[in-house]
């Protein structure tokens, strides 16, 4: 990898790295190395959660935790998150193996969108949170944030989690049970358990997070079968 390439990517980053090995990992797909990023993309996952949760506490003081909810998903999402890795063009920067490569591996939404989570994961061991939530405020700085956005229609995570909360329930805890054929084109089995309620059910898809939904909209349907409606 280029070492000017990875310069200027700190620089729309504006964030140098101690510990470049940090950067090298965030922008490492599982395909191309056993060092990759899955970790690193699970622990930026939670930081940026808390870091938009804290900027919409500030700008939308008048929101209900609901709707709070439902604008924080929207942000979070893949789709978003993809578009603010298109604008910091981390694809060329992506070490994906020959297969993935092939198959249009940078250019997928959730590839990119898991990278940038990556990379709030690498600059909070880097540099502490503070330095991950001022990245993640100027990610979003250019994006329009109102409270129009909980118009927006909501994914089966974010529909359960809205139910469980609701109910005053713990959130689901999300598992990935196995991972099914070659690096280049998994596809994940992921259950979904409420601890709560003693229920368990899974869903596959070709990325973690795809798992992940389909393993939520798996257990909205048991509730709704259940008689009790998830809103």
Not at 161 to 190: C, I, N
Request: with cysteine; hydrophobic share 45%; glycine share 8%.
């Amino acid at each position: 990898m280029a070492e000017g390439a990875l310069v200027a990517l700190q620089a729309r980053l504006r964030h140098t790295f101690a510990d470049a090995r940090l950067l090298q990992r965030a922008l490492t797909h599982r395909s191309f190395s056993a060092d990759h990023n899955e970790r690193l993309e699970f622990l930026g996952d939670s930081v940026l959660s808390l870091a938009v949760s804290h900027l919409l506490y500030e700008r939308l003081a008048d929101l209900p935790e609901g709707d709070l909810s439902r604008v924080r998903a929207n942000l979070v999402k893949q789709d978003t998150l993809h578009q603010l890795a298109v604008k910091l063009a981390i694809s060329p920067l992506l070490r994906l193996g020959e297969g993935e490569a092939r198959s249009g591996g940078p250019s997928r939404p959730s590839i990119l969108a898991d990278a940038l989570e990556a990379l709030i994961g690498a600059v909070y061991l880097d540099a502490g949170y503070g330095a991950a939530q001022a990245l993640v405020r100027r990610l979003y700085e250019a994006v329009e944030i109102t409270p129009r956005m909980d118009a927006a229609a909501k994914d089966p995570k974010t529909e359960l989690q809205e139910w469980l909360q609701g109910h005053k329930m713990k959130l689901p805890v999300y598992r990935v049970s196995g991972t099914l054929g070659a690096a280049h084109k998994q596809t994940f089995d992921v259950e979904c358990e409420v601890p709560e309620l003693g229920l368990t059910e899974r869903g596959i898809g070709g990325s973690r997070r795809a798992g992940e939904q389909a393993a939520a909209a798996a257990m909205l349907i048991r509730l709704k079968a259940r008689g009790t409606k998830a809103t």
